[in-house]
């Protein structure tokens, strides 16, 4: 039988049977899980009266669907930060032990908690203590989470549906010298996930995690802050097992291509965890894209609840928090007390490691020098990340064509020495890719390499654009700055110098594209989106 075990200790499936899956398989995305679980809880300056913390959770919201459709259906979409009723997650299975396969569902989400300061029986916004403590009326949330476990069998023939909702509760805290009390409410929060498994060929299937919130919808107008009392916030799966592996949806093995693009993922995107690979034993599906394998940067020695800042700026601003504003951060919620407590007594060589971390640099290699070499032409070496990707495990339009001919000196000094720039110009300069220099005014077609590239230039594969620098940036490496020929902000952005930039293994000369006519194609319905960083920002430069 399935079992499923909500926070708390409740029971909503029957008894365990046979051997569970491995010890820690979710442990290894705990960091990652946490951080999206309480990201945007509450941002900096932790302080209740901050614009910011007034609109919160912002990802992962499951609210009645009556309310939440009261104006329309919900439109499905992999972006978790748009309201909706039903979070659902798609992915492919490969079976390695058929008589013995497990799948394990861990689903995790806050329940909100609203604290609710009195003073002599009413309800009051701030209360302060004879003894200068200060108390803040204040929506604050807890966590709960459900884990499913059930052979891959049972799950082929019909699959199991559960219960993962959270009870209603009142916690009283009387303050001292009876000036008044804290009470903490929870309204029950109704739910449920099915599961369910087909087979798609002999050692593969497809997983279906469906979480929907089942609670009767309160009135349609009722304001969102009300309605968050009955939504499940910061959803998210995780998904494990016995003699079975997940499949990645970003860079899937080339003879998966097909049904990896089948699956169907609304309101979250789910990424392989564990160790690098097109496979792995665990999946964390979240409402915000996420790369393959992601992990905590070591160095941070604790949440601040928004991942995409640097740790520490944020340290850094909250160690400048007045007193006043210190003592309001720690009224408004236990966890920016947390916070201000970690950064108040963090000892100076934690605080020096936040500076920062090389973790990309590779062995610097000689350039060779192109007996076809044209007036002005420049390069590097070929890049290194292509070595682990072959051409024909990617998806035909995001193939790279043959690579580009490096053409730059070897005697060239490195970056950091005086005269590194000499020589080079951007709008001049040209780089060899099949054998056609490319440069300022030419005219290629964009091929996103299907490993590493930009969640955003997966949109631009196929398109038609014009090159309007060759840039060089410290590494060694080359990228091309393009504009898009469609694009009707181009002149505008031309004159910002802002632009796309890609490598010259990803820019296919119109000579090999086909005319310089040929309208841009739009891009196709290919390799899901993931989460890296700008297009728009190359990598460091040196012109």
């Not at 993922?265 to 990424?271: D, I, Q, Y």
């Not at 500076?355 to 590097?380: E, F, N």
């Amino acid at each position: 039988m399935a079992e499923a075990l909500a926070d708390g200790g409740t029971k909503s499936a029957a008894q365990k049977g046979g051997a569970g899956p491995s010890p820690g398989l979710f442990e290894q995305l705990g960091a990652v899980a946490d951080a999206v679980l309480y990201e945007g809880y509450l941002l900096y300056p932790y302080r209740r009266s901050s614009t910011k913390n007034r609109v919160r959770w912002q990802f992962g919201v499951l609210f009645p669907r009556d309310w939440v459709e009261a104006d329309g259906p919900v439109t499905p979409g992999v972006s978790g930060s748009a309201d909706s009723w039903y979070q659902q997650t798609e992915c492919l299975l490969r079976v390695r032990r058929p008589d013995s396969a497990r799948v394990r569902v861990r689903v995790r989400y806050l329940q909100m908690q609203r604290k609710q300061v009195e003073e002599a029986g009413r309800h009051v916004e701030s209360l302060h203590g004879d003894d200068g403590t200060v108390h803040l009326t204040f929506d604050e949330a807890l966590p709960r989470e459900c884990e499913i476990e059930a052979p891959l069998d049972e799950l082929l023939q019909g699959g199991r549906t559960v219960t993962v909702g959270a009870a209603a509760g009142e916690d009283v805290e009387p303050l001292p010298d009876d000036a008044g009390r804290v009470v903490r409410s929870r309204e029950e929060i109704r739910a449920e996930t099915a599961v369910i498994a087909e087979r798609l060929s002999d050692g593969l299937c497809r997983i279906r995690v469906r979480t929907t919130n089942t609670a009767p919808a309160p009135p349609p107008r009722t304001p969102r802050d009300e309605a968050l009392r009955r939504a499940l916030i910061a959803t998210h799966t995780l998904l494990g097992g016995d003699g079975v592996e997940f499949v990645s949806l970003i860079d899937p093995p080339a003879d998966l291509e097909t049904p990896v693009r089948a699956c169907r993922n609304e309101f979250t995107f789910p990424v392989l965890g564990g160790e690098a690979g097109d496979t792995g034993p665990v999946l964390l599906s979240a409402p915000i894209i996420l790369p393959d394998h992601p992990q905590v940067a070591p160095e941070s020695p604790g949440d601040l609840h928004d991942a995409a800042e640097i740790d520490e700026i944020l340290t850094l601003r909250t160690m400048l928090l007045t007193d006043e504003e210190k003592r309001e951060a720690r009224a408004t919620d236990p966890r920016a007390a947390a916070i201000l407590d970690r950064v108040d007594t963090m000892p100076q060589e934690v605080f020096e490691r936040l500076h920062g971390a090389v973790r990309s640099l590779t062995p610097a290699a000689p350039a060779t020098a192109s007996a076809d070499r044209s007036p002005g032409a420049v390069g590097s070496p070929a890049p290194a990340a292509l070595a682990s990707v072959s051409a024909d495990r990617l998806p035909h339009a995001l193939r790279p064509p043959a690579p580009f001919t490096p053409t730059a000196s070897a005697d060239r000094p490195a970056w950091w020495q005086e005269g590194a720039d000499d020589g080079l110009s951007p709008t001049s300069d040209t780089v060899l890719v099949d054998g056609v220099p490319l440069g300022g005014g030419s005219r290629v077609r964009l091929r996103p390499r299907g490993r590493g590239a930009d969640a955003q230039d997966m949109f631009l594969a196929g398109r038609t654009a014009e090159v309007a620098a060759v840039f060089h940036d410290v590494d060694g490496s080359v990228h091309l700055a393009v504009t898009l020929d469609d694009d009707p902000a181009a002149e505008l952005n031309n004159w910002y110098g802002r632009f796309h930039y890609f490598r010259p293994d990803e820019l296919e000369p119109f000579e090999h594209a086909g005319s310089p006519d040929e309208p841009s194609a739009p891009a196709p319905a290919a390799a899901p989106p993931r989460h890296t960083s700008d297009s728009e920002t190359p990598a460091a430069e040196a012109e």
